[in-house]
């Protein structure tokens, strides 16, 4: 009888790890949405990359924005994944994306094609070239644009600037 038991208890945790882990969810927005949430005049430091699946300079500094994201999980920190990808590869290409790399980190996907229509609004830098990284706080009156991709390690010095 106890081994039956023992049996069954290792069975129930082999197949609790071969269950699928809830994968996020991956919001489609316009940009009056994304302004509004990292425009609020708040403590929160936002940092905010825009990226896309085919990017592969994205891809390559997407881990050091997890790191960041669990790291400051308790602070006032906000990390969010601005996903640049069409909107007709939402389910083909973004969300598969997204789950076969496990991200904790929020994403979402600007539904806005046409840039001319919103980056001088935003960014008036930036020419549109991915990755591109913002690190806002409008309450602090802090506004940095990183137009480039991050080596590993730039985005925590970056970050302990603002003594959080």
Not at 46 to 72: D, M, R
Not at 137 to 162: C, M, P, T
Request: aromatic fraction near 8%; hydrophobic fraction near 45%; charge should be positive.
């Amino acid at each position: 009888m106890r081994f039956k038991t023992v049996f069954q208890s290792l069975l129930l945790v082999s197949l609790a790890g071969a269950l699928p882990v809830q994968a996020q969810s991956v919001p489609v927005i316009s940009f009056e949405q994304l302004s509004r949430q990292i425009n609020r005049s708040n403590d929160t430091l936002y940092v905010v990359n825009f990226w896309a699946t085919w990017c592969g300079p994205c891809v390559q500094e997407l881990p050091q924005f997890e790191t960041l994201h669990k790291t400051y999980a308790t602070k006032p920190v906000r990390v969010l994944l601005v996903s640049m990808d069409n909107k007709a590869t939402l389910t083909s290409k973004v969300v598969p994306f997204v789950r076969a790399r496990k991200l904790q980190t929020p994403v979402v996907l600007l539904n806005e094609p046409d840039l001319n229509t919103w980056v001088d609004r935003l960014v008036p830098e930036w020419s549109g070239a991915l990755p591109m990284t913002l690190v806002l706080n409008r309450k602090r009156k802090v506004r940095r644009f990183i137009g480039k991709a991050l080596k590993d390690g730039e985005l925590q010095s970056i970050i302990n600037q603002y003594k959080l």
